[in-house]
């Protein structure tokens, strides 16, 4: 199982920012996929999910109306496209896939700094 993620960078208050996580090794389009982050000094977090085919999402409210979640499962591939960022936001961005009978698996992460 692979998960690389992309995409991440130093930016300021106010744009738009899409990382990108690409899988292999597993069945991606029968994984739950998800986004967390974790900031210096705090304690990693849930930001976003989605299920198998996109029919679900959810998102913590720190980022809801802000931030979307969406894969494209013949790519293999799932997004975070996070719009009006804020200093709050930076942290290091990590995919997560949910593998069914095979367990949890995590990229390595992709810094995201949100700076003026």
């Known amino acids: 199982v692979r998960l690389v993620e992309s995409g991440g960078g130093s930016v300021q208050p106010g744009v738009s920012l899409r990382l990108s996580c690409a899988a292999s090794?597993?069945?991606?389009?029968?994984?739950?996929m998800s986004w967390y982050r974790q900031a210096p000094g705090k304690e990693r977090e849930l930001v976003a999910d989605i299920s198998t085919h996109g029919g679900r999402t959810s998102y913590a409210d720190a980022v809801k109306d802000r931030f979307i979640i969406s894969r494209d499962n013949a790519k293999n591939t799932v997004y975070l496209q996070m719009n009006s960022l804020k200093a709050e936001d930076t942290a290091v961005y990590s995919c997560?896939?949910?593998?069914?009978?095979?367990?949890?698996?995590w990229g390595q992460g992709t810094q995201v700094t949100v700076s003026s």
């Open positions: 997560n896939a949910k593998v069914p009978f095979k367990g949890v698996y």
């Open positions: 090794g597993f069945t991606f389009s029968s994984s739950d």
